[in-house]
């Protein structure tokens, strides 16, 4: 039976999916994996229960269409309960594409909790020769997404709340890079994030916080009030689109 570690650690609601999910996993894919972790909001104090996703990061020898079918119907049990498709990779790959993707293997290596195998970020060196860039890049795709999306759906409250909503979710990482880049600690929970970039950019933190608030059910956008605000958020993010432009430094 696979022996696995830092459960205990978990939110209580994590432990109870991930448990028998990583056993059965390991099963599967038997001597082929190394180590499974478990990453972002589900290993601290911003995990949802009902809301929010449970990552997995899944390092094996070998990845090959044939390992990935053997999990098919664990993956599928597994959504059920909150825990999106891991993410699979190999040690060769992630020492290959940390310097093309920092914002993801940063923000990864600082919110990552190992239940199974050996540590995964010792030794890996991640190059932040590219974070400015990419951090500028997010931002301004989701920029051209959120003018996008209301050009689609107008002022419907439920669609423009959940793009909302989830541009957000997907920029908390970006926020800690750029907080890397002029020199500060980027904080983990995700309210803290948002205060420090508000701070550092000079961008309004109540926007931000609502939409956060949105994600936890604290309040509800009515009709006559989406426009007006998603027009705001709009313009904090193209502050921030500008100010990721700005940053000097060795990586621009």
Known sequence: MAELINLEKLPEEVRKSIGLYAKDMIELLNDNICSIAVFGSA???DFIPKK???????????????????????VAQGRKKGIVAPLFLTRRHMETSSDVFPVEFLDMKDSHLIIYGDPIFDGLEIGTENLRLECEEQ?????????????????????????????LTSLISVFRGMLKLVGEKPPRIKKEVIDAISKRFNVEARILQNVLDMKTGKIKLEKNDIENFYGRYIKEIEKLAIAADQIEGESK
Not at 56 to 71: A, I, R, S
Not at 139 to 165: D, F, M, P, W
């Open 43 to 45: 290993t601290g104090e």
């Open 139 to 167: 931002l301004k795709g989701k920029l051209i997404r959120l003018r996008q999306v209301y050009l689609e759906v107008g002022a419907n409250a439920k669609a423009i709340s959940a793009v909302a909503v989830e541009s």
């Open 52 to 74: 929010s996703n449970v990552n997995l990061l899944v390092v094996l020898k070998e990845v090959e269409l044939t390992h990935l079918k053997k999990c098919f119907k664990l």
